[in-house]
Nanobody
């Protein structure tokens, strides 16, 4: 049974940075596209970023270009989300997710395994 565990969330001020981590177990990590999604209260879960299984390709939501970055360490079964210049609009629960194969997707329904989420709150 696959298991994803996010960490690194917290309360930060506008302009700060955070790095989220997601450790995977129970799956062959290097066979999975890894993605990050976020969900604010009362809204749908939205795509943030994804990275190919081999780490060669990244995909980022257009609105987050230049501030967020995704990376992974297949030796550590870990995917990261670096978030810079945070604003209150970035406040949400951030989820990591895993999708088997080579075709990336921005649709949450295409991802099989999910973590429990980590809260990011940006407030002064």
């Amino acid at each position: 049974q696959a298991h994803l565990v996010e960490s690194g969330g917290g309360l930060v001020q506008p302009g700060d940075s955070l790095r989220l981590s997601c450790v995977a177990s129970g799956l062959t990590f290097s066979n999975y596209i890894m993605g990050w999604f976020r969900q604010a209260p009362g809204t749908e879960r939205l795509f943030v970023a994804a990275m190919s299984a081999d780490g060669a390709s990244t995909y980022l939501a257009d609105a987050l270009q230049g501030r967020f970055a995704i990376s992974r360490d297949n030796a550590q079964n870990t995917v990261y989300l670096q978030m810079n210049s945070l604003t209150p609009e970035d406040t949400a629960v951030y989820f990591c997710a895993a999708k088997y194969g080579s075709s990336w997707s921005r649709f949450s329904s295409d991802y099989t395994y999910w973590g429990q989420g980590t809260q990011v709150t940006v407030s002064s």
